[in-house]
């Protein structure tokens, strides 16, 4: 394919990321971030049908004016997610789904009603420090004071589901982890790359619950809906306790794949 005949294979692409990019700019959100946003979204919306080979990363940064050092990094935490493939000298294409990423642990989520993938469409988060006592204190001890990241996620369908990670202040400082960094990314992979840490892996487990209703009320579901939750402990390579994680999920409209 000529130079040229890419250039109007990828118009159509490159303007939906360069008017999404420039929404999120003007909300505050880096040129890396922004960018890792509107592939997200283009991908999770449809947008980007599975197999769809991206443009080069030379192309991706001329046509939307930001550094080649911007494209890659993106690309990668686009990667973690398990959204994309990325081969030397075959360049990047968007994943299939029907397979899981190494970097993604935990498990997928489909509708129940209708099978089709949950996908992401947007993250409403939380960072905040609380010295409340939980399913957490097991597994990281009793701390005076945990980490928590809270993140409302809206996907496929509208449903909504909660998700509350818990981690030690001291192994990781809570001035490390900023909402804006962590929209539509990879928690676990951003964590480990800012503390310079290595999970070992995760052990789970899924449970019917009574949640309490105003848990429920914060992340914008429904609070009298039966939630089937997924707890997550993880340790590091040397054993220690890296974070517990629990997904707050509707149990009628959510079923899950290990």
């Excluded at 909660?162 to 981690?167: D, P, T």
């Excluded at 995760?202 to 009574?210: G, I, L, Q, S």
């Amino acid at each position: 394919m000529t130079e040229t005949a890419l250039a109007d294979d990828t118009k159509p692409l490159t303007a939906l990321l360069r008017d999404i990019l420039g929404r999120e700019q003007a909300q505050g959100q880096t040129k890396r971030d922004a960018l890792r946003i509107a592939l997200v979204w283009a991908i999770n919306s449809g947008r980007l049908a599975p197999g769809t080979r991206l443009p080069p990363e030379t192309v991706l940064t001329r046509d939307l004016g930001v550094s080649l050092g911007t494209v890659q990094a993106a690309l990668r935490q686009v990667q973690d997610l398990g959204l994309i493939e990325r081969r030397r000298g075959d360049g990047t294409t968007v994943a299939a789904g029907t397979a899981f990423s190494p970097s993604v642990w935990h498990f997928r989520m489909y509708l129940a009603q209708t099978g089709e993938p949950f996908r992401i469409h947007n993250q409403e988060i939380e960072v905040l420090q609380t010295t409340a006592q939980g399913r957490w204190t097991e597994h990281l001890g009793d701390l005076p004071t945990c980490l928590m990241i809270r993140r409302r996620i809206e996907g496929t369908g509208g449903v909504v589901v909660g998700a509350e990670m818990v981690l030690d202040p001291a192994l990781v400082p809570p001035h490390l982890i900023l909402a804006s960094e962590l929209r539509l990314t990879n928690l676990r992979t951003v964590i480990e790359q800012k503390i310079k840490v290595k999970a070992a892996g995760a052990k789970h487990r899924v449970h019917y619950e009574d949640v309490d209703p105003r848990r429920l009320a914060s992340f914008g579901m429904d609070m009298a809906q039966r939630t089937l939750t997924v707890d997550a402990r993880t340790v590091l390579t040397d054993g220690r306790p890296f974070y517990f994680q629990s997904l707050y999920t509707p149990a009628d409209q959510i079923e899950l794949e290990f």
